[in-house]
Structure formats: C-alpha cells, structure tokens
C-alpha cells in the first residue's frame, strides 16, 4: 500500500513539475509577440489565359520592423510548376515604397509563393502591404497590381491608395513621369520614376526599370537560370531627385533570392 501511495505522490508532483514548466514558457514569450501576426487582405482573384490565381498582400511589425507579405498560389490549390508564380513583396510608409522583396519565382513546384521584405527604417505608423505579382498563363507571363493590405494604424489612410493614377503623375525637365506608384492599376501604369525611402531615409525616386529587374524574363528556363545568377546577391539600385539625374542615396533588394 506505502509503494502504490508513494508511486502516486511521484506522478502527480511529475505532472505538476510539466504544468508548470509549460506555463514558465509560456510567461516567457514576449507580450508584443502576439502583434507580430500578419495582418492580410482578402485573397483577390486574376485570371491569366484559362488560369485562374488567387493573391494577397500582408503587412506585420515586430519590436518596431515592419514585414510585408506577398502571396499568391492557383485558386484551386492545385500545385503550380516550377517558376510559374512570381511574388514581390513591397512595403510602403505613406506615399513612398520603404522597401520590396524583388520579384521571387518559385523555384520548385509548390501550391502557394510567398514573398516578404522587412526593414526597421521606414519610421511609425501608417504602414502597409502592396504587393505585385507575374504568373505563367500557359505561353507567357502575365504581370500585375495586388491590393493594399490593412493599415497597421490610421484608416483613414487607406485615402490615399488611388494617389499613384496616372493622371496625376508629374513630368519632370527630361520628360520622366514621377510620383507613387500607390494605386497604379497596374505594373505598366506605374512612374517611370517610383518614390521610394532610400537607404539613409531620404524621400526620392528611383527608375522603375531598375526596381522591376527579372519580369522581363519570358519562360520558366529563362526565369531559372536567373534566379541562379542572383543568388546571394542583393541589387542596390540608385535614388535620385525628381529630375532622375540628382543622386542622394540607394535602394536595397534582393530580387529571386529568398523564397518561404
């Protein structure tokens, strides 16, 4: 009877000891770790020849560095080829894109591509998503716009996402169109010369031609052997005035490197 009582007393002070080794881990988690879930938009559909895609932009911040989040995959959940879906995640403050991902292709086959972009740089608040994609319809890829993910603080923001149309863009001396590229209806639609925050926080615009490197590419062989080019190696791109000629920093991305 002193054996049963004692194996009993044993297991419950084990159970106890695991109940509160379990709740130690839990008090160990940060409390601004449950902020750090993305926030998305709704999944969107593009159709791209008889394919149908679904995408989405997200938008998340932890201890101050805010991620952006690119998604996009087959609506049918069916698993798409190698490098038939392109990602570019871009993070915006305000007008102005803070930072991308460049576009990544998938570089095996697999149901959804995720792209994302983080940096600790763009100052708070009014923070967001807005991600473009490319996707192979069969013969070609087909390139465009996704839509805003929530904002992370003021709604009312959410104003200013028509503030990239075309008729608004400014045209500098050289005849360069300038201006966001927030609310371009497409990738076609956006500036010639694109607002972004460079490097040393500085407000400026760099060539679209520069920041749209790898969605010229034409097949999925051509997309590989340029993935394979670019890995580890980050593009750093220059930002000038309005004029396209004035330089005042650099914008950093790493186009077909990292994958999720």
Known sequence: MGDKLQITVRRRAS????????????????????????????WYLYNAGSVQ????????VDSGAHTAYAEVRRSNFSTSPINWLGANARLYYGTAMCKQSGIIYN??????????????????GNAYGWASFRVYNGGGYNSFTGVQSPLLDDPSFAALKTSGAPDQFETNERGLTYGSAVGAASPAAEPQLIEVIANNGKVGYAYKSALDEGTDLKTPEEVGAWQASKRGKPTVIPVYLSDG???????THHPGVSTK
């Open 245 to 251: 000629s004035t330089k005042i920093g650099t914008f």
């Open 15 to 42: 159970a106890a000891a695991l109940l509160a080794f379990l709740v130690s881990l839990v008090l160990l988690v940060p409390v601004g770790a449950a902020q750090a879930a993305p926030q998305y938009s709704l």
């Open 53 to 60: 895609y679904a995408h989405r932009s997200g938008i998340s």
């Open 107 to 124: 570089g095996f086959a697999r149901v959804t591509q995720v792209a994302t972009t983080s940096y600790g740089g763009c100052a708070t």
